[in-house]
């Protein structure tokens, strides 16, 4: 996909949902990865297994973007991970979010510039997809890299747009990210990148949204 330089408003989700009223998580494949075998007995394994198994019996959506898609196919490709029948089970049920024209260079200069550290600068290359794909969504991203959260953050402090995007950890106990994704992924302020900072309010982008219904659950 080319990269575009674009003003709000002007990305497009086609919602593959029977519900359009679903929150849409943006599920990192870090995830994905760790969450091989459902009978494993490593607790980072289990506890990425319980969240998807969480995201799957809730009433829950999962972005897929371009970038999203390239860093989930391998994991597709291995039908023996659960985390591969789990998706083709999210898509099934008409549980996938698709995201076109997410990708912002405005943003991405931003928050580049929010920091001087060449090797920082290359994990936000890596990564800044994420935040692009909740900013078009519900704010919300699972993931299991701490460092560049932690880079994120860093960055809120000079980029408002990013601050009310919400960050879970499936691996992290004091993100007790099951819990949270039960009782309906509420807003709560320790989980948002800009936590610590004064968040400002209604800086999410508006997106104009086409809806694609399949099934409805």
């Not at 009782?183 to 104009?208: D, F, H, I």
Request: proline share 3%; with cysteine; glycine share 6%.
């Amino acid at each position: 996909m080319p990269l575009q330089q674009h003003g709000e408003g002007e990305n497009k989700v086609a919602m593959r949902t029977g519900n359009t009223k679903r929150k849409v998580l943006v599920v990192d494949a870090s995830v994905g990865r760790a969450a091989r075998n459902k009978s494993s007995q490593n607790q980072v394994a289990r506890s990425c297994i319980q969240t998807l198994e969480t995201i799957r019996k809730g009433h829950y959506a999962i972005a897929m973007s371009e970038e999203i898609e390239n860093e989930w196919s391998g994991i597709r490709k291995n039908i023996s991970f659960y985390a591969s029948k789990w998706l083709v089970l999210m898509e099934r049920r008409g549980r996938v979010a698709i995201l076109e024209g997410t990708i912002d260079l405005i943003l991405r200069e931003n928050i580049l510039e929010a920091t001087i550290n060449p090797s920082i600068k290359i994990a936000i290359r890596k990564d800044v997809h994420l935040l692009e794909a909740a900013l078009a969504t519900d704010s919300i991203i699972v993931c299991r890299d701490k460092k560049c959260r932690k880079y994120f953050q860093q960055a809120a402090k000079k980029v408002d747009v990013i601050k009310p995007i919400h960050w879970t950890n499936p691996e992290l106990p004091k993100d007790d990210t099951i819990t949270w994704l039960q009782s309906g992924a509420p807003v709560e302020a320790k989980r948002q990148l800009g936590y610590g900072g004064n968040t400002p309010k209604n800086t999410k982008k508006k997106t104009r949204k086409t809806t694609k219904q399949t099934d409805n659950l």
